[in-house]
C-alpha cells in the first residue's frame, strides 16, 4: 500500500477542487438532476463542515466531509480518484471521518448515496454501516439508499 496522509482541507484548495469537480461530474453522468444530493463547494465551506483530503506527494487523492447535523454526523462528498483506488484511501477516509464524528460526541452517522454506486456501498458496509431510512430533508428517490451506523 501506497502511504498517504488524512489532512483537513479548504474544499477551494486547487487540488480538492479537482476532485469535488470529478465526482460532481460523475454523479451527474449517472442519475438524474434532481436525485444529486451533493453539496456545492461553497456548502463544503460553511460552518458545521469538516472537510479533509488524501494525499500523498502533494497530489490530492481522495476527499470526505462530515456534516454536523442535530443529533448526528452525516458523510458528504466521499470520493476517491479512479486512479488512486484500491489502495485503502476510501477505508482510511471513513476511518477518519468516523473518529472526527467520535470526538464531536455524534452519537450516529448517516449518509445518502446512488443506488448504484455498489462499491460505495460495500465499503460502507465494512466499516459498520447498514441501510436504513430515509433522513434529514431528502426526498423520496428510486436512486437514492440511505444508511446509519451508531458510534
Known amino acids: 500500500m501506497s502511504e498517504f ?3 483537513r482541507a479548504n474544499p477551494r484548495e486547487a487540488g480538492a477542487t479537482a476532485l469535488l469537480q470529478a465526482s460532481h461530474g460523475l454523479l451527474d453522468s449517472m442519475f438524474p438532476g434532481d436525485s444529486n444530493h ?7 465551506c460553511m460552518p458545521g463542515i469538516h472537510f ?9 487523492l481522495g476527499c470526505i466531509a462530515l456534516a ?9 462528498s466521499m470520493f476517491v480518484n479512479p486512479d488512486a483506488r484500491g489502495m485503502g484511501i476510501g477505508d482510511a477516509l471513513v476511518d477518519h471521518a468516523t473518529d472526527v464524528a467520535r ?7 448517516k449518509l445518502e448515496s446512488g443506488n448504484t454506486l455498489e ?13 436504513c431510512e430515509r433522513f434529514g430533508e431528502y426526498p423520496d428517490s428510486p436512486h437514492s439508499i440511505f444508511m446509519e451506523k451508531a458510534l
Open 5 to 7: 496522509t488524512i489532512r
Open 38 to 44: 451533493y453539496l456545492s463547494i461553497d456548502g463544503l
Open 52 to 60: 479533509f483530503v488524501a494525499e500523498r506527494g502533494g497530489r490530492s
Open 68 to 76: 454536523e447535523r442535530k443529533g448526528y454526523g452525516e458523510l458528504k
Open 103 to 109: 470526538e464531536r460526541d455524534l452519537g450516529m452517522l
Open 119 to 131: 462499491h460505495a456501498h460495500r465499503l460502507y458496509r465494512r466499516h459498520g454501516f447498514s441501510n
